[in-house]
């Protein structure tokens, strides 16, 4: 059974800095492509980052470009959000999600597993 486990997330001021994790079980996360999408309140999923299968190459969306990094720990089957110069803006439910395939990574849909998510919540 595969589960993902996000955490790392709290209530942090304009500028500071937040580092999400993700610890998955029963996968193994350099085999699978690995995403972090958003979703604020009445808002649809957005998303974040994702790093490719194998080789590892890194995706980020628009908001993330130049202030979040994704990377991941083979060793301890987890992926990390490392979140910088962080906006009110960024506020929202942060899911990790795992899929098989290497490609169009930014729809959510192409995601087989999801995580429950951890919170971020920027205050101005």
């Known amino acids: 059974q595969v589960q993902l486990v996000e955490s790392g997330g709290g209530l942090v001021q304009a500028g500071g800095s937040l580092r999400l994790s993700c610890l998955a079980s029963g996968l193994t996360i350099s085999a699978y492509s690995m995403g972090w999408f958003r979703q604020a309140a009445g808002e649809e999923r957005e998303f974040v980052a994702a790093i490719m299968r194998g080789a590892g190459k890194f995706v980020y969306g628009d908001s993330a470009k130049g202030r979040f990094t994704i990377s991941r720990d083979n060793a301890k089957n987890t992926v990390y959000l490392q979140m910088n110069s962080l906006k009110p803006e960024d506020t929202a439910l942060y899911y990790c999600?795992?899929?098989?395939?290497?490609?169009?990574?930014?729809?959510?849909?192409?995601?087989?597993?999801w995580g429950h998510g951890t919170q971020v919540t920027v205050s101005s």
């Open positions: 999600a795992a899929t098989s395939i290497g490609w169009s990574l930014e729809s959510p849909s192409r995601y087989d597993y």
